[in-house]
C-alpha cells in the first residue's frame, strides 16, 4: 500500500514563512503529478500548485509569488516553501500524487492525513 505523510504545519505570524513536506512511501512504481491543496474552515477543498514529473509548476492566483511547490524523485517528495504568510492562508494543507503503484493497471490518486497550518495576523 502506498502512504503519503505531510509535515512542517504549524502555527506562525503573518509575514512568516513555513515549509510542508510530504514523503511518499509503499510499493510505488511511478510517480506522475503531486500537489498541494488546502481547505480552510467552512470552505471546499482548493488547489495551492501542482508540479509535473518533468517539474513543470502551477499555482493558484492567490499564492503566486509566495508560495513554492517542489519535488524530490528520489525521496519520493514533495515539497511547498510559504513565504509572507497571510491569515487567509490557514488552512489543512494535503497532499496529493498520482501513483502506479507495483502491479497496478495505471496512476491513482493518493492523499495524505493533512496538516494544519494557521496564520496569526
Known amino acids: 500500500q502506498v502512504q503519503l505523510v505531510e509535515s512542517g504545519g504549524g502555527l506562525v505570524q503573518a509575514g512568516g514563512s513555513l515549509r510542508l513536506s510530504c514523503a511518499a512511501s509503499g510499493t510505488i512504481f511511478s510517480i506522475k503529478n503531486m500537489a498541494w491543496y488546502r481547505q480552510a474552515p467552512g470552505k471546499p477543498r482548493e488547489l495551492v500548485a501542482t508540479i509535473t514529473s518533468s517539474r513543470s509548476t502551477n499555482y493558484a492566483d492567490s499564492v503566486k509569488g509566495r508560495f513554492t511547490i517542489s519535488r524530490d524523485n528520489a525521496k519520493i517528495s514533495v515539497y511547498l516553501q510559504m513565504n509572507s504568510l497571510r491569515p487567509e492562508d490557514t488552512a489543512v494543507y494535503y497532499c496529493?500524487?498520482?501513483?502506479?503503484?507495483?502491479?497496478?493497471?495505471?496512476?491513482?490518486?493518493?492523499w495524505g492525513q493533512g496538516t494544519l497550518v494557521t496564520v496569526s495576523s
Open positions: 496529493n500524487a498520482q501513483i502506479w503503484v507495483h502491479h497496478a493497471a495505471g496512476y491513482l490518486e493518493h
